[in-house]
């Protein structure tokens, strides 16, 4: 089969990274977004709307359809086979099933989860057995509940990013329950590692939580929130487009969803007030300013009203906690004021923890709404669908990226164990003695990042317990535990930070804030006062319990004093609340939740989708090669291919074998039976060892391709086949010289005008770039010497033997022509390694073209993607032209490179010298020419097949120079 039509990559003779990426590109350019790759199922996410592919009909082909080879892959598939494999199990691991739905923010993981759970629910009605109306409602119901909840989750976990303009910042496992009659029973929804830290600070070009922008869309009511104008509040107004959009379509479409999303919840007036007034105090808990160096205090006493106003807790109480630390020993209280970081830290926390419990309730909440009513019976079943974070590696890396790339290392730990079975179930299947193979996987990482005591997370947990502990001290202690292990880097220096060797790429983490991250401490004194809130959601979010609610239903009396009684009170009880718990940090507690998921997931049978993103833009058509490739290695896809290759890569069928490899064992007019005992008797001819053949394969190691094509050298089947070609062609030659004298002068006369035509045009189109070129050029060009003195300040000496031999020509000519040009190149620019390969491969480099026109620029460019390039020599002067492909199908700049009178480079219209050309490009493929251009140099256009613009330059003395 051709490039593109194998559904199941597996199937190929020879899976490798190339290939991989090929297919997957060739699919995505035919809309065919999925692909098989064993039992994994590659979603490349198409930016667009495909016709016809989630459709009722697509549904019920893809319903209990059997084989899977029988259809074409899709999300349905893996959905139906998962359905199909719980209700033909008894209740246990195997009947059991999860997803593992991952890739990179923007590649489609969140919509995959909704149609991945759309059609198993579709399949419980269909194959279910249903007994009452009621039963069929509830399954339609959930499935509504569940597509209605996504506006309230997503406002409150997901928020734009660089990457993605509605990016889940938190990881979420769906558990779908059945009952024995595989009726759904209801949902539970798991949460992880939301993103805190986003809520007090967003990267450059980055945005807060949807919920807060959607706070405004509502036009809420500005005298019971206490609020301003959005810029006025400091955790929303780094971003300016998302004030703009604040009044836009967009967000008031969103606020509509996620009104109507609390209703459907089923939240009471009272808690989406209390709800909103948290919203409100986290907005101006941002804005309270911290003053003070050694005694920290807080600068505006009105803004900090505010907060305790939405809080619901007393003003004086919530200052003295956000600026000083009050211990209780023997009844004797010790307050020590904060400095200004410590109290600044403390505000951050509290706005954190507001934020974080206040999630954590919400999904609660979506769970009394989803969940079961009862509890699991002995022969129910599950489902479950894991829509978690990708890998992530950016310019900065912290301890968030630690643990999302710890848990996409343990995640993969997972997938390579599969995927290794399922090489050992093909080994099986087909008789294959598979006992010899071994792969490596990546459990010495897992152990560097997760042992005790000296694993990273144990480090930075034991420092985060130290009150004298530093970011510092804990980047020591992990050079020193580990520095010896394979994986970790140390820098050369003293810088605060370390790298990991991940499944997926080296990974350099600053350690600045890993302990305050890790540590997330929430002041006693701050849980002690929001303990006391009026605000009952508050209270309850904070362990509050009746006897606090009385106390903050008492009206203040005795002033400060009586403040302070009920704080003294309310931290004793909060201080004996936390000593019946252990305290963790947080990676202790994502540890813990990781292994719980781990714990559900080898308890299930998995089945994976890998979602790709094909490009940055975010718009349909464009595969990005770099990317993808880059993506299938952090979704462990290209794992597949080292794991079989670390086996039996290539599996021809017995067939294919045998028709390549014959001659090597039997005549070339034989016509041996595809069976076991020909496929042996070729690989033992052919001198190969190591070799095994199944019942329908022949399973070669990736080395044994060599060996069968050396064998095939000596059979003169290529001289043979030559004669009978070049017979054939005289005598079609002999033929063709009696019967078509008119038709050749009819062509002659064609030619004629054709090359006349083209001579014209491209005259035309010379013209018009030489006007072109003289617009760019500086006013004062036209003002130059008399023609004697053009060259006469050149500083360069290899331009100045030139000119001295070629001056007179060029002078006599009346000015540069083409065979000057081609002569100076030859002469001068060549000596320099202009165009030339500087890689250490031999001729011209793939971006480097002869004497070609304007027009010839573009038609090589007209089809190319962006940031194709090519660098021309010009034929009217001493220089080079560039033509860059800015936007594919509509724009083609063209700049010229000229040099200064000492040989230097120079874009015209740019200040930047270059020592030579090939320096000017390798610059400006990282540096956009013009700041506005939307990319910089990135694809060079080489030559078309056939042709040879270079060809002119190569004679007996410059092709010493290209050797």
Not at 147 to 157: A, D, K
Not at 191 to 218: I, P, W
Not at 448 to 460: E, F, Q
Not at 728 to 734: D, M, P, S
Request: glycine residues 8%; proline residues 4%; charged residues 25%.
């Amino acid at each position: 089969m051709g490039v593109g039509e194998t559904d199941n990559l597996t199937e190929l003779e020879n899976l490798t990274e190339e290939t991989l990426l090929q297919e997957l590109q060739v699919r995505y350019e035919r809309d065919c977004i999925y692909t098989y790759v064993g039992e994994i199922l590659v979603a490349v996410n198409p930016f667009k709307m495909i016709d016809g592919l989630y459709t009722e009909s697509m549904t019920a082909k893809y319903t209990q359809f059997g084989d899977r080879s029988a259809l074409p892959p899709h999300l349905f598939a893996v959905a139906d086979t998962a359905f199909c494999a719980m209700r033909d199990n008894p209740p246990g691991k195997i009947a059991n099933q999860v997803a593992v739905i991952s890739g990179e923010s923007g590649a489609g993981k969140t919509e995959s989860a909704k149609l991945f759970m759309k059609h198993i629910i579709n399949l419980s009605l269909t194959l279910g057995r249903a007994t009452t109306r009621e039963s069929e409602h509830g399954a339609h119901g959930l499935e509504e509940k569940i597509v209605q909840l996504n506006p309230l989750l997503e406002s409150f976990g997901n928020a734009q990013t660089l990457m993605n303009d509605n990016s889940s910042r938190f990881g979420k496992f769906t558990e779908l329950r059945f009952n024995p009659d595989l009726q759904v029973e209801g949902a539970l929804m798991y949460e992880y590692l939301l993103e805190k830290s986003r809520v007090v600070a967003q990267g450059d070009g980055e945005r807060n939580f949807h919920v807060f922008y959607l706070f405004f869309a509502g036009n809420p009511d500005a005298d019971k929130y206490l609020i301003s104008d959005p810029s006025e509040h400091r955790l929303i107004n780094g971003n300016e487009d998302a004030l703009s959009d604040i009044n836009g379509p967009k967000y008031k479409e969103m606020w509509r969803e996620l009104d109507d999303c609390i209703q459907q919840v089923g939240f009471t007036p009272e808690e989406q007030e209390q709800m909103f007034h948290i919203l409100a105090g986290i907005l101006h808990t941002g804005d309270v300013e911290i003053g003070g160096d050694d005694s920290a205090y807080i600068v505006a006493d009105d803004v900090l009203t505010k907060v305790a106003t939405q809080l619901g807790v007393e003003m004086e109480a919530l200052k003295a906690a956000l600026t000083t630390s009050v211990n209780i020993t023997r009844g004797e209280t010790i307050a020590r004021d904060y400095k200004n970081y410590e109290a600044e830290d403390c505000r951050d926390a509290m706005a954190k923890a507001l934020y974080g419990k206040t999630f954590s309730w919400i999904v609660k909440r979506v769970n009394l709404l989803l969940g079961p009513k009862g509890k699991q019976g002995p022969n129910d079943k599950t489902i479950g669908i894991l829509d978690i974070f990708g890998f992530e590696c950016f310019e900065s890396n912290s301890f968030e990226q630690l643990l999302i790339n710890l848990a996409n290392e343990q995640l993969q730990w997972f997938f390579n164990n599969h995927i290794f079975k399922m090489e050992l179930d093909e080994y099986a299947k087909e008789g294959i003695d598979g006992s010899a193979i071994k792969f490596e996987d990546n459990q010495e990482c897992l152990d560097m990042l997760l042992n005790k005591p000296v694993g990273l997370l144990a480090i930075c947990d034991e420092e985060a317990a130290f009150p004298k502990g530093s970011d510092k001290t804990m980047v020591e202690k992990t050079h020193a535990a580990l520095a010896g292990l394979k994986g970790y880097e140390k820098p050369r220096g003293n810088e605060v930070k370390f790298s990991i060797a991940h499944y997926a790429g080296l990974v350099e983490y600053q350690a600045e804030g890993f302990l305050e991250k890790n540590r997330d401490n929430l002041a006693i004194d701050v849980v002690g006062v929001m303990r006391l809130s009026t605000n009952s959601l508050v209270r309850e979010l904070f362990g509050g319990d009746a006897e606090d609610a009385k106390t903050a239903r008492q009206k203040k009396v005795g002033g400060k004093d009586e403040v302070k009684k009920k704080m003294r009170m309310s931290m004793k009880k909060a201080h004996k609340a936390q000593a019946k718990t252990k305290k963790t940090s947080v990676g202790f507690a994502f540890k813990k939740s990781l292994n719980e998921l781990m714990k559900n997931m080898s308890e299930a049978s998995p089945h994976f989708v890998r979602c790709i993103k094909p490009n940055h833009l975010k718009v349909p058509g464009n595969f990005s090669d770099e990317l993808v490739t880059k993506q299938l290695r952090y979704t462990g896809m290209l794992e597949t291919t080292r794991i079989r290759k670390e086996g039996y890569s290539q599996r021809p069928t017995f067939q294919d074998f045998v028709n390549r490899y014959k001659v090597i064992a039997f005549p070339f007019s034989a016509n041996p039976p595809p069976n076991p005992q020909t496929c042996s008797k070729i690989c033992d001819k052919a001198g190969i060892t190591g070799w095994q053949v199944g019942k329908t394969k022949v399973f070669l190691r990736y080395f044994h391709a060599d060996g069968l094509s050396k064998a095939l050298l000596p059979f003169p089947t290529a001289a043979t086949k030559l004669s009978k070609v070049a017979k054939g062609l005289v005598a079609r030659k002999k033929f063709k010289r009696m019967n078509d004298a008119a038709v050749e002068m009819r062509k002659s006369v064609k030619s004629f005008l054709h090359k006349f035509e083209k001579n014209m045009e491209d005259t035309v189109v010379v013209m018009q770039s030489l006007v072109e070129e003289d617009a760019k050029r500086p006013a004062d060009f036209f003002q130059q010497a008399e023609p004697k003195d053009e060259f006469g300040n050149v500083q360069d000496k290899e331009m100045k033997k030139f000119i001295k031999k070629a001056g007179k020509d060029i002078k006599k000519a009346g000015g540069i022509s083409r065979a000057a040009s081609v002569r100076w190149f030859k002469e001068v620019e060549m000596k320099k390694g202009a165009g030339l390969n500087d890689t250490g491969t031999k001729g011209f480099a793939e971006w480097f073209h002869g004497v070609i026109t304007r027009k010839q620029s573009e038609d090589l460019l007209e089809s190319k993607a962006a940031g194709t390039f090519l660098v021309r020599v010009s034929e009217s002067r001493f220089g080079y032209s560039l033509s860059h492909m800015v936007t594919p199908g509509e724009r083609i700049k063209h700049y010229m490179i000229d040099q200064t009178p000492d040989g230097q480079y120079q874009v015209v219209g740019n200040s930047k010298l270059f020592p030579s050309l090939n320096s000017l490009v390798s610059y400006h493929k990282t540096h956009k020419i013009v700041a506005s251009d939307p990319v910089a140099l990135v694809h060079p256009c080489g030559q078309v097949a056939g042709h040879d613009d270079l060809a002119e330059f190569v004679d007996k003395k410059t092709k010493k120079l290209l050797e």
